[in-house]
């Protein structure tokens, strides 16, 4: 039979099952499998400026909402035999921490000064009111956090569905809309708000948020247009359309899920914009009024005594400026994250 | 380009109208009149100052007399320096801003661009991460922050520069320096990501590949090209400058329109809050304008055209 090897037959009895255990799986998978989320996630990790950034944003939230439980000072509570009295922290004996104050050149406490006891002491100390100063910042981050949050997601809520909807209907409904995005975004944003919050004259936090609602959506509504209509000729969404699934529907199970690191990018670098105006408006004078404050209102308070007293705007100004960048860096991390492509 | 052109201008308008009319009617709806201690004012005396400024008429007539006034260069009669036109108070107050706003602007976009090339060249050096610094930085400080900082430290403390006030070029410099921080930072951002993709196309490969020198190279081929998109950021820049100048001319006290618009803001001056706002947004709607037809032509890839997009 060998030796003519056009008559060989293969039976069915000269296979033999090897052991799967014991060769080399090719088909096994080394890594754990990772989620869309999970991927951006690490990815994010090994960028040390973001995840810093992102751990700065995490205390900060922390001190905003949960720093009264720790440290129980009212923020409104008025003590005018201590006004303007400076930082001073039992025990320290730092230049800028230990209570004392240059006054005419010559180094003064001016806790003594007050006819302070032993026991009263500010940690970043106390405002013309003799208001506790960190209390205050506190109070006003999270004051500046909520507006901007909240702001930011109105913004989302808007812009989404304007663009979902100009980019799936497409032809004459698109145009007009497109139509509104344009003019709306050739007026300058500075003059929407200043409009919007002179309109709704000094009813603090709600007009902000409507003024900062109005003008930020437009970028997001451009964003999602754009994708939407790259998204909705590809084949998913056809056979979602052949499957006779409604709009809506196709919109939130599938469109949504596809946009969400555009939106999520986006709203990453309109929180603090967010911010950034409204500490703008409530620093000259049309955004939030007392008794609440904001950080934009502390700034405006401390840079009176700026001269003789530069820690009363150094320390919320210092707030806001980090919460600015860790934001940024936070989005410039996100961006990257979410499409690894784009490496900047 | 012509039909293109005369349908841009037809939306230029259609944007101010309906800004005009925004402004109007949300002005009609707050309170106050351009009387002063209005309890002392007998009802004729009332009447009179009330017809000055043309508010005895029903709203619907003065909505007409104001945008047909609009058209006429009129914006009406400031509430706050009573007999005093609207366009007056803009016109005489537009010099120190321009100034203000065109020197930040040069400067901010001239460092920004050297900024940002440094940043591209050198990317993943120290001197990227001290230019990547700068800028974000100039993002993060807000422009009023930096203004107090800047009059303090360098104006009242060490008395190099005057701390306020507009008597002549060395006035215009700590001003200036805080307004320019942001489109420096927004400049230098924009110019590095771009040239860093500029740095690895081809060509710059071939102009390597031909032993162009490292200086011609980014002069010549790639600072070029990534100069081309900076055109668009003329219209967000213009805006941020805009808004960056109510704070800082109020912080060094500059006869501007910024201070003037956040002056009629404090004190309810509604006609000349509206005619400011219908001048800045004239203003970035033409720069908007400018900026599309001046990219169209330096940019030929770009095409200009009459139908939707």
């Known amino acids: 039979m060998a030796d003519n090897p056009k008559e060989y037959q293969i039976q069915p009895g000269d296979f033999a099952p090897l052991d799967k255990q014991a060769g080399p799986d090719n088909e096994h ?19 040390k400026t973001a995840f810093t950034s992102f751990i700065i944003l995490v205390l900060l939230f922390l001190m905003a909402f949960g720093g009264r439980a720790i440290y129980h000072q009212n923020p409104n509570e008025q003590a005018p035999r201590y006004a303007n009295l400076p930082p001073k922290i039992p025990g320290v004996n730092l230049p800028g921490f230990n209570g004392h104050i240059k006054q005419s050149g010559q180094d003064v406490d001016a806790y003594a000064q007050a006819g302070a006891g032993k026991d009263v002491h500010y940690i970043l100390g106390t405002d013309y009111l003799g208001r506790d100063l960190l209390a205050r910042i506190m109070y006003g981050t999270r004051i500046s956090l909520e507006i901007a949050l909240i702001a930011t997601l109105i913004d ?18 698109d145009l007009f809309m497109q139509r509104i995005i344009e003019i709306l975004s050739s007026v300058p944003s500075l003059v929407v708000m200043v409009l919007m919050a002179t309109a709704f004259q000094k009813t603090g936090m709600a007009s902000i948020i409507a003024a900062l609602a109005l003008i930020n959506w437009t ?71 007392s008794p609440q404050a904001s950080l934009g209102t502390l700034i405006n308070d401390g840079q009176k005594n700026f001269q003789f007293l530069p820690y009363q705007m150094w320390y919320p100004a210092i707030v806001l400026i980090i919460l600015m960048l860790a934001f940024n860096l936070l989005g410039d991390g996100m961006r990257d994250a979410f499409d690894p492509k784009s490496k900047r | ?26 002005m009609k709806l707050m309170p106050g009149t351009p009387l002063q201690n209005e309890a002392k004012l007998t009802p004729s005396e009332k009447a009179a100052i009330l017809a000055q400024y043309g508010l ?3 709203v619907w007539m003065q909505y007409f007399i104001y945008i047909g006034g609009i058209f006429k260069g009129s914006l009406g009669l400031s509430f706050q320096f009573s007999d005093q036109a609207v366009s007056y108070l803009i016109g005489s107050r537009m010099g120190p801003s321009m100034q203000l706003g065109g020197q930040a602007m040069v400067i901010g976009v001239v460092f920004g ?71 420096l930072a927004e400049t230098a951002r924009f110019i590095r990501t771009d040239m860093v993709d500029v740095l690895s196309s081809d060509y710059i490969e071939l102009a390597r590949a031909k032993g162009l020198s490292k200086f011609g190279i980014v002069y010549h081929h790639a600072l070029r090209n990534s100069l081309i998109p900076m055109v668009t950021l003329i219209g967000p820049l213009a805006a941020a400058l805009m808004t960056g100048s109510m704070v800082v001319e109020n912080i060094f ?52 055209s009459g139908n939707g997009d």
């Open chain 1, 29 to 47: 998978i080394a890594a754990p499998s990772l989620t869309f989320g999970q991927d951006v996630w690490r990815r994010l990790k090994s960028n």
């Open chain 1, 156 to 173: 989302l809520g808007i812009g989404v569905t304007f663009g979902i909807i100009s980019g799936w209907k497409g032809g004459r409904v």
């Open chain 1, 219 to 289: 970028t997001m509504a451009r964003l999602t247009r754009a994708q939407t209509l790259q998204l909705k000729n590809q084949d998913f969404i056809l056979a979602a359309r052949t499957l006779g699934e409604s709009a809506p529907k196709i919109a939130w199970k599938h469109l949504l899920p596809n946009l969400s690191s555009v939106i999520i990018i986006q709203t990453m670098f309109t929180i603090p914009n967010a911010i950034f105006f409204e500490a703008f408006l409530s620093y000259i004078g049309i955004g939030i009024s």
């Open chain 2, 1 to 26: 380009m012509r039909k293109y052109l005369l349908k841009r201008i037809f939306y230029l308008i259609l944007t101010l109208f309906i800004v005009a009319t925004a402004t109007f009617f949300l």
């Open chain 2, 56 to 58: 005895d008429k029903p």
């Open chain 2, 113 to 183: 661009i050297i900024l940002g090339a440094v940043g591209a060249i050198r990317k993943d050096t120290w001197a990227d991460r001290i230019a990547t610094i700068i800028s974000i930085l100039g993002i993060a400080v807000p422009s009023f922050v930096l203004a107090i900082l800047l009059q303090f430290y360098l104006g009242l403390k060490t008395g190099w520069f005057p701390v306020a006030g507009w008597q002549g070029f060395l006035y215009t410099i700590l001003p200036t320096l805080a307004l320019a921080a942001s489109p």
């Open chain 2, 253 to 304: 006290s500059v006869p501007g329109i910024g201070e003037q618009f956040v002056k009629s803001i404090l004190v309810n001056d509604y006609p000349t809050i509206m005619g400011v706002t219908i001048f800045y947004s004239a203003l970035l709607c033409v720069l908007l304008l400018l900026t599309d037809i001046i990219y169209g032509i330096i940019d030929p890839r770009i095409r200009l």
